[in-house]
């Protein structure tokens, strides 16, 4: 990673093109690697960390869905925020994209601020959660203890969120 970046994004799309915009937008602030397909980008995690993926819910041979369940099944992506792009038009493509565990969804074409803005709350989200890990683990909680408790609390008022 960059010294003076803010975290790695990967970017997975089969378009050069989008691969070339997002990485100029985020290059300078970001740490990015691209990759052109759900292969590419699965045997790259296998040895490069990462802090966010934004990914292409199109493409050929493994789609964007089978690529996030990839990572969300695996213990060692299944913490990496994914926002998904893409430029279906199909009304429950974003619902499909976020049941699948995606934490965000970009509509193409690009806009770069919004492209920036969403990335950087993400990673700003994830230095949040690791500050919040470190505080638990030195009060000898954990993660599930906390996330049980949680789940307890809002099945007692009525707010269960989905599972």
């Known amino acids: 990673m960059e010294e003076n970046s803010l975290g790695r994004v990967l970017v997975v799309d089969d378009d050069p093109a989008v691969l070339s915009t997002i990485s100029s937008i985020l290059e300078g602030d970001y740490a990015v690697s691209a990759v052109t397909s759900g292969q590419e980008a699965l045997a790259l995690l296998k040895t490069v960390q990462?802090?966010?993926?934004?990914?292409?819910?199109?493409?050929?041979?493994?789609?964007?869905?089978?690529?996030?369940?990839?990572?969300?099944?695996?213990?060692?992506?299944?913490?990496?925020?994914?926002?998904?792009?893409?430029?279906?038009?199909?009304?429950?493509?974003?619902?499909?994209a976020l049941d699948a565990g995606a934490v965000d969804y970009i509509s193409k074409p690009l806009r770069p601020r919004v492209v920036k803005s969403r990335v950087g709350l993400?990673?700003?989200?994830?230095?949040?959660?690791?500050?919040?890990?470190?505080?638990?683990?030195?009060?000898?909680?954990?993660?599930?203890?906390?996330?049980?408790?949680?789940?307890e609390l809002l099945d007692s008022i009525g707010l269960s969120k989905p599972r």
């Open 50 to 96: 990462v802090d966010l993926i934004l990914l292409d819910l199109l493409m050929p041979e493994m789609d964007g869905l089978e690529v996030c369940a990839a990572l969300k099944d695996n213990p060692d992506t299944a913490h990496i925020p994914v926002i998904f792009i893409t430029v279906s038009d199909e009304p429950t493509s974003e619902e499909l």
């Open 122 to 151: 993400q990673l700003e989200k994830g230095l949040y959660v690791q500050f919040l890990e470190r505080m638990l683990r030195s009060k000898d909680l954990t993660i599930e203890k906390l996330r049980a408790e949680s789940q």
